[in-house]
């Protein structure tokens, strides 16, 4: 069996592979459309075949933004029917993810990039989604990826309504990114997001806030003039919000309050105003969010903000 990465000739024989699945969400469409965008490219969309030119058995493919010039997740995993048996379909997508490891390391990449799998909510009860995800994360596991974090993914849309400020809070612009690094590090103290925490303790809270703030500022898309500071009325800083846009949707990028001020439910006050500036500045007709399953309070803020859990994200990692 050869693995390989693919050439442009051989984009053309993936699409048949993307069947409906319940463990991936990319579809022959959208596969075009970010080959189109950048978002994939053919060097990160590796494939196994059974002989140079013969049948196509499977696929894997990466995402990044399209400035990027690494690969900084993988997307999607595809195995064609043929290869019917769990054990086999695991033993083929691990060669290739394997591989394909191989050559990023190769290249230089210090770890493998993240796997992300898109799941319905309900997916520990339905017997389809558990079997598709089933091999994808053993095969995830034995490629080096068998750290597991889920997160849940929210949605808004202008019928949830939009929340009125309750004049708890007052925001304002704040154009100096300093004053941002300095409430993303206070606000890593006692945080929930697992994320934010581990790369916290890997590289320290300075240099984690000053890669948040970079982060948002130069890889995202949304406009730095939406990013806000709350404060109570008699002026003392609570927390920090950042309104944004990935490469689809606009989103809410971040959203933290500070240790000190925790517990009166700011996180609601703060979310809101994000919402109203991506739904009024933005002209949103629909906000993504996300957080990990642990988040509690930030999951609950989400739901009496109306947002609406749509599904789930397992991210699987080398750490």
């Known amino acids: 069996m050869i693995f390989r990465p693919a050439a442009e000739s051989d984009l053309r024989r993936i699409t048949p592979l993307l069947v409906p699945d319940p463990a991936c969400a990319v579809t ?17 969309t590796w494939i196994a075949e059974e002989s140079t030119g013969g049948a196509l058995l499977a696929a894997a493919f990466w995402w990044a933004r399209p400035q990027e010039s690494q690969p900084a997740a993988l997307d999607g995993m595809f195995v064609h029917a043929s290869v019917g048996s769990p054990a086999d379909r695991t033993k ?44 994808r994360r053993e095969a995830a596991w034995q490629a080096g990826l068998s ?37 993303f590090r206070r606000v890593l103290a006692g ?83 994000i919402t109203r500036i991506l739904a009024v500045q933005a002209g949103a007709t629909v906000i993504r969010a996300d957080t990990d399953l642990a988040n509690l309070p930030m999951a609950a803020a989400f739901d009496r903000v109306g947002y609406r859990n749509f599904s789930r994200r397992l991210v699987l990692s080398g750490r």
């Open 92 to 135: 083929v997508a691990a060669s290739l993810l394997a591989a394909a490891h191989r050559a990023y390391a190769k290249a230089g990449g210090a770890r493998p990039p993240d796997c992300h799998i898109f799941l319905p909510g309900d997916w520990r009860d339905r017997p389809d989604a558990l079997a598709a995800l089933a091999w």
């Open 28 to 44: 022959p469409g959208l596969f075009e459309i970010r080959i189109s965008s950048r978002e994939y490219r053919p060097e990160w």
């Open 191 to 273: 945080t929930l997001d697992a994320t934010s925490r581990k790369e916290a303790e890997e590289t320290g809270a300075e240099t984690q806030a000053r890669e948040d703030v970079a982060f948002y500022h130069e890889k995202m898309s949304g406009d730095r003039a939406w990013w806000r500071v709350a404060q109570t009325p008699d002026g003392a800083v609570t927390g920090f919000g950042i309104p944004s846009r990935n490469t689809e949707f606009p989103v809410v990028g971040y959203l933290g309050v500070l240790p000190e001020h925790r517990g009166h439910a700011y996180v609601d006050e703060i979310l809101a105003e």
């Open 147 to 183: 750290a597991s974090l889920e997160r849940l993914c929210y949605e808004w849309t202008p019928a949830a309504g939009l929340p009125d400020p309750s004049g708890r809070l007052l925001f304002r612009a704040e154009p100096d990114d300093e004053v941002f690094v300095g409430l």
